[in-house]
């Protein structure tokens, strides 16, 4: 899986269900949690993800991940891409 390839599926997973885990994002894609957290971390940095914490949990492990306006401009970008390559 490529970092393009694994960021349009991040994209997608996140914008299916904004409290999936680093863990759920790793076994939907096939990578290590390692590598889902990379990708994903790099797609937070550019903008394309939030993170967003909800402070009024008790456990402070929980987020959830909102795609961005450049976040879906990024994916739309990327589904035209993949769309564009002989299958």
Known sequence: LIRQDASFAILG????????????????????????H?????????G??????FSANPNKRNYSYILTPTGLSEKMKLTSLTRSYPH
Do not use: C, F, H
């Not at 997973?13 to 889902?36: D, F, H, T, Y």
């Open 48 to 53: 394309s993800i939030k993170i967003k914490n």
């Open 13 to 36: 997973l996140v914008q299916s269900n904004p409290q999936i885990s680093i863990a759920e994002i790793s076994r939907a894609l096939g990578v290590s949690n390692g590598m889902a």
């Open 38 to 46: 990379y990708v994903t971390r790099n797609l937070i940095d550019k």
